[in-house]
Protein backbone atom coordinates (compact mmCIF):
# COMPACT_ATOMS: atom_id res chain seq x y z
CA UNK A 1 0.00 0.00 0.00
CA UNK A 2 0.94 3.43 0.10
CA UNK A 3 1.92 5.84 2.74
CA UNK A 4 -1.54 6.91 4.30
CA UNK A 5 -3.22 4.73 2.43
CA UNK A 6 -4.24 2.33 5.11
CA UNK A 7 -7.06 3.96 7.18
CA UNK A 8 -7.57 1.44 9.84
CA UNK A 9 -8.80 2.08 13.20
CA UNK A 10 -8.01 0.24 16.05
CA UNK A 11 -11.63 -0.75 16.44
CA UNK A 12 -11.50 -2.05 13.19
CA UNK A 13 -7.75 -3.53 13.45
CA UNK A 14 -9.64 -5.28 16.65
CA UNK A 15 -12.54 -6.92 15.00
CA UNK A 16 -10.54 -8.17 12.15
CA UNK A 17 -7.92 -9.91 14.69
CA UNK A 18 -11.09 -11.74 16.66
CA UNK A 19 -12.73 -12.47 13.10
CA UNK A 20 -9.22 -13.73 12.35
CA UNK A 21 -8.95 -15.74 15.24
CA UNK A 22 -12.59 -17.21 15.33
CA UNK A 23 -12.31 -19.28 12.58
CA UNK A 24 -10.25 -22.61 12.11
CA UNK A 25 -8.09 -21.48 9.18
CA UNK A 26 -7.09 -18.31 10.22
CA UNK A 27 -4.05 -16.96 12.48
CA UNK A 28 -1.86 -13.82 12.87
CA UNK A 29 1.79 -13.97 14.37
CA UNK A 30 3.32 -10.91 15.48
CA UNK A 31 6.68 -10.43 16.04
CA UNK A 32 7.88 -7.69 19.28
CA UNK A 33 10.77 -6.10 20.28
CA UNK A 34 10.15 -4.80 24.01
CA UNK A 35 6.80 -4.45 23.58
CA UNK A 36 6.71 -2.78 19.98
CA UNK A 37 5.08 -4.37 17.31
CA UNK A 38 7.94 -5.21 14.55
CA UNK A 39 6.52 -7.62 12.40
CA UNK A 40 3.69 -9.90 11.87
CA UNK A 41 2.69 -12.62 9.36
CA UNK A 42 -0.90 -13.28 8.79
CA UNK A 43 -2.80 -16.37 6.88
CA UNK A 44 -6.78 -16.71 6.32
CA UNK A 45 -8.41 -19.31 4.37
CA UNK A 46 -11.01 -20.12 2.14
CA UNK A 47 -14.42 -20.29 3.46
CA UNK A 48 -16.04 -22.79 0.90
CA UNK A 49 -15.50 -26.61 1.69
CA UNK A 50 -13.52 -27.04 -1.50
CA UNK A 51 -10.90 -23.92 -0.46
CA UNK A 52 -10.90 -24.10 2.99
CA UNK A 53 -7.04 -25.80 3.02
CA UNK A 54 -5.99 -23.13 1.16
CA UNK A 55 -4.75 -19.88 3.98
CA UNK A 56 -3.21 -16.69 1.82
CA UNK A 57 -0.28 -15.00 3.80
CA UNK A 58 -0.03 -11.68 4.39
CA UNK A 59 3.47 -10.27 5.91
CA UNK A 60 4.86 -7.16 6.98
CA UNK A 61 8.21 -5.98 8.81
CA UNK A 62 9.43 -2.11 9.46
CA UNK A 63 11.99 -1.74 7.95
CA UNK A 64 14.54 -1.23 10.42
CA UNK A 65 14.09 -5.03 11.51
CA UNK A 66 14.65 -6.30 8.46
CA UNK A 67 17.47 -8.47 7.53
CA UNK A 68 17.63 -10.15 11.53
CA UNK A 69 15.23 -13.41 10.39
CA UNK A 70 12.19 -12.28 11.76
CA UNK A 71 10.31 -12.97 8.64
CA UNK A 72 11.81 -16.64 8.22
CA UNK A 73 10.99 -17.46 12.59
CA UNK A 74 7.50 -16.43 11.56
CA UNK A 75 7.18 -18.85 8.39
CA UNK A 76 8.16 -21.56 10.02
CA UNK A 77 5.41 -20.84 12.92
CA UNK A 78 2.69 -20.46 10.33
CA UNK A 79 3.86 -23.45 8.90
CA UNK A 80 3.57 -25.07 12.31
CA UNK A 81 0.09 -24.11 12.50
CA UNK A 82 -0.84 -24.64 9.12
CA UNK A 83 0.07 -28.72 9.32
CA UNK A 84 -1.68 -28.44 12.75
CA UNK A 85 -5.08 -27.36 11.36
CA UNK A 86 -4.80 -29.40 7.88
CA UNK A 87 -3.86 -26.79 6.22
CA UNK A 88 -2.43 -28.15 3.02
CA UNK A 89 -1.66 -24.92 0.37
CA UNK A 90 -0.09 -21.42 1.56
CA UNK A 91 -0.40 -19.22 -1.24
CA UNK A 92 0.86 -14.97 -1.43
CA UNK A 93 1.78 -12.59 -3.91
CA UNK A 94 4.71 -10.10 -4.88
CA UNK A 95 5.08 -7.09 -7.04
CA UNK A 96 7.74 -9.33 -9.54
CA UNK A 97 10.37 -6.46 -8.90
CA UNK A 98 10.47 -7.04 -5.22
CA UNK A 99 13.96 -9.17 -5.45
CA UNK A 100 14.24 -9.32 -1.81
CA UNK A 101 10.87 -10.77 -1.04
CA UNK A 102 10.96 -13.28 -3.85
CA UNK A 103 14.23 -14.55 -1.95
CA UNK A 104 12.42 -14.73 0.98
CA UNK A 105 9.92 -16.51 -0.37
CA UNK A 106 12.10 -18.84 -2.51
CA UNK A 107 14.05 -19.56 0.52
CA UNK A 108 10.59 -20.93 2.44
CA UNK A 109 10.09 -23.49 -0.64
CA UNK A 110 7.42 -21.24 -2.45
CA UNK A 111 7.12 -21.33 -6.13
CA UNK A 112 5.78 -19.07 -8.81
CA UNK A 113 2.43 -20.03 -10.05
CA UNK A 114 1.94 -17.30 -12.41
CA UNK A 115 2.12 -13.44 -13.26
CA UNK A 116 -0.33 -11.33 -13.76
CA UNK A 117 0.47 -8.17 -15.94
CA UNK A 118 -0.19 -4.47 -14.98
CA UNK A 119 -1.92 -6.07 -11.28
CA UNK A 120 -0.35 -2.98 -9.42
CA UNK A 121 -0.08 0.96 -10.02
CA UNK A 122 3.15 2.27 -8.10
CA UNK A 123 4.93 5.18 -7.99
CA UNK A 124 3.14 6.09 -11.40
CA UNK A 125 4.13 2.89 -13.49
CA UNK A 126 2.28 0.07 -13.45
CA UNK A 127 4.15 -3.46 -11.66
CA UNK A 128 3.53 -6.98 -12.27
CA UNK A 129 2.75 -9.23 -9.41
CA UNK A 130 4.00 -12.66 -9.20
CA UNK A 131 1.33 -15.41 -7.81
CA UNK A 132 3.37 -17.85 -5.66
CA UNK A 133 2.75 -21.04 -3.54
CA UNK A 134 3.62 -23.59 -1.51
CA UNK A 135 1.75 -27.67 -0.68
CA UNK A 136 2.52 -29.28 2.31
CA UNK A 137 2.26 -32.91 2.59
Given at each position: ??P??????????K??I?????T?????Y????????????????G???R?RH??NL??G?IKS??GQ?IDT?L?K??????Y?N?I??L????M?????AL????????????KK???????G??V????M?????
Amino acid sequence: MEPDERVTSVSDQKHEIKYLLSTDNGIIYVAEDNGKLIGYLKAFGGIFKRNRHNVNLVIGIIKSYTGQGIDTLLFKEIEKWAYQNKIYRLELSTMTNNNKALALFRKMGFEIEGKKEHALFVNGSYVDEYYMAKSLS
